[in-house]
């Protein structure tokens, strides 16, 4: 099982700066969480990880080294798997092949799409000759997931899985989760509005507010009152 930490992590768009002294420890086979309003630095702090965005201080470490400047292809081929915010499916291409763009960084021997993905997500299967623009934005989720689990990732992080998608999918997104941390040893990061979800699946919290972390402990255990005050508007 593979570690992820942000540590100290500040992160700039020209002068203005949106992350601030960010760390958050992703424990091994666990389900870490950062909650926050639109705009705190949620999908910054994503791409800081995958190294889409660089970093102007602080450091990524995954499995115990850190990770500086190495770009995010090597990133992803050393086990990092990404579900980016708004799915980026590619519309005009079917199922199938929507899946199989996650085989860029396998060897010949893997290139094959595991057969937990049908498990977790049946609907895939049933359309795989279907195109990513024709389904549902629940579909498109599953499917963005089971891309990133194509490229068979130690450490898979996911921007708003539940954004604009209908209880029922949430719902089997959440079990989806759950079965990668239990009986896969994945160690997984979202970043999330909506709390209850998070109380739900989460091992340990994480909040944050302009650019920072206000808050953290074990989803079990939270400052509830303290937690709504930073989602309000
Ligand atoms: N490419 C960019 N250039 C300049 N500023 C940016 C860029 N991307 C994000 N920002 C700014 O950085 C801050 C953090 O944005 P970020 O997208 O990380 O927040 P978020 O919590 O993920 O919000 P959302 O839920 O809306 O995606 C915001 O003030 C945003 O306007």
Redo the contacts with the bound molecule.
Sequence with gaps: MTALTIRAVDLH??A?Q??RNVTIECRPGRITAVL????????????AITGI?SVSAGDIVFDAEALKKSPPYKRARMGLGYVP?GREIFPLLTVKENLETGYAGLKRADRHIPETIFTLFPVLKSMLGRRGGDLSGGQQQQLAIGRALVTRPKVLVL??PT?GIQPSIIKDIGRALQFLRDDMGMTILL?E?YLDFCREIADDIYV?DR?EIQHSGPASDLDLPEVRRHLMV
Aim: proline share 0%; hydrophobic share 25%.
């Design positions: 768009y020209g203005a949106a992350l926050g309003r639109n705009g705190v630095g949620k999908s910054s702090t994503l791409r965005n915010q921007d708003e954004e970043v509005q944050m650019g």
